[in-house]
């Protein structure tokens, strides 16, 4: 049983037209999503990678925004104007070369007009996060 | 087993030393700490309310920066000059009146130079997070 | 001729009624508060430093807070039920010993729903920041 | 007369090196550096929008990343091996369609191991800023 207002299908056709610049590519894939949490991957690309081989920390940044985004969603439903206020990121690791990012979002809390959760990004099967991140989202009155 | 490098009993008598008015008013016990996270617990008193009978928010940051500094001692041994560089607090919902506030520390990586956790804090048994940190503490060369 | 919607000597008298532990003291002063920007001062007291003379972190944090409360009045009025929901802070420096601490706050925005600010903590008269905070407020309905 | 060690050439070289995916499309310029503060310059393309003409999250949190680096370059030199350990967003307002993304950064600490700057941008010539960001840097030993 779970809390989500939208399964995975419909988060994705959702992001799709809210974020083409992520999700039209077909990097992103949202694992599942219940509405406290959800897990999304992005396929390795050379494009997520700065020299040396590091993923570059935009990237991460942005799959945490993504990531947030689609547990908020799962938990309010289809809610196209909720928009990050404040965002604060960690980078903790490299990653390995080649590997998928991971990123495991949970809401901290949903308020009526906020809502707050923390993103972990683990680099493929490593079990030591490569970032941490808490970001805010306002919530549109609606 | 464990791989705290000190037994609860030495942190106490070390941060009583390091942080008197922390410690000195006897409000802060050190439930626990194994070199990865940390539980201590800062007994009611008036003194941590705001009118209204919010805890205060420099309450929740003040045993969030204990917390980590908990957590970090007994990963690395007695370290008096580790320096936090950075925090970022949010503040999640109100605690209950009269609740003690907890403070769970985890640290998310453990570097040469840097070390950086995230601390949950919560009113007494309640279930739901009053308060959510992560920080940055500089380690000197030793 | 300024924006401020409350003068010192109001905002001195709101403070000492929502933040008593803050202010009750006597430490504080508002030197200056225009609707967009304010500078406080706490006076040194003994209480504010850890040993070996800095100035503690928690003091740092509970003035920036202080002083982001107070510059947001300046701008909205006396409403008693704004919070911080997120406060970051970077510790940059050490103070001098037996300095004021001052802090100087600004909007950076006043929206219907979040003000966000910046604050500055100075040691004395050193050039040099010892802290940097930006924090945002909810603003009630009103 | 300036504090830069390296000329706006020179840091466009050296970055076209390091950050070919930021660089080398053409968009980024650097307007100034002088070891104490830089501005740099997104032109204006649709790449950087989200559905409905916002500049998307994403975009800012990279520049901003870019402009501490610009920065922090043109204060110690070419080192190619300087991290960002952590960085805070807020997102204040919407900037305009078509314009331009401007970033100004400012150092507020240059240690030997870490650097510690904020960050502002604006959208165009509009006065107020869109969003704001503090970021510190990893400086390694050399």
Sequence with gaps: MTKAKMSVAELDAFLLKEFP??????NITIERADGDSCRIRERFHEGMLRPGGTVSGPTLMALADVAMYVVL???IGPVG???T??????????GAPGNDVLAEARLLKLGKRLAVGEVTLKSGALPDPIAHV???YSIPNV
Tied chains: 1, 2, 3, 4.
Excluded: P
């Design 21 to 26: 610049q992520a999700f039209a590519a077909g």
């Design 73 to 75: 969603l799962s938990a």
């Design 81 to 83: 104007l909720a928009v």
């Design 85 to 94: 206020t404040n965002l604060t990121i960690n980078f903790l690791r490299k």
């Design 134 to 136: 808490t970001a805010t």
